[in-house]
């Protein structure tokens, strides 16, 4: 399933840009793979235990990329 939206622990919510699709895997007790594809098939992955900071850095990097 993709997100849009994501709501973090504090529940503040973070709207993805558009064209931007966010998947979460908690792939251990506390430990996470996210994914987030934008509409041209780039793509930023990221696992580790802060979801909240994970998802921010995550939407920070792809915008970055967008921009080259």
Request: hydrophobic content about 35%.
């Amino acid at each position: 399933m993709f997100l849009t939206e994501y709501t973090k622990a504090n529940g503040e919510s973070i709207s993805l840009p558009q064209g931007f699709r966010l998947t979460i895997t908690e792939t251990s007790n506390n430990v996470y793979q996210i994914d987030l594809v934008d509409s041209q098939l780039r793509s930023v992955s990221n696992h580790g235990t802060d979801l909240d900071d994970m998802v921010e850095k995550a939407i920070e990097d792809l915008i970055k990329m967008r921009k080259r």
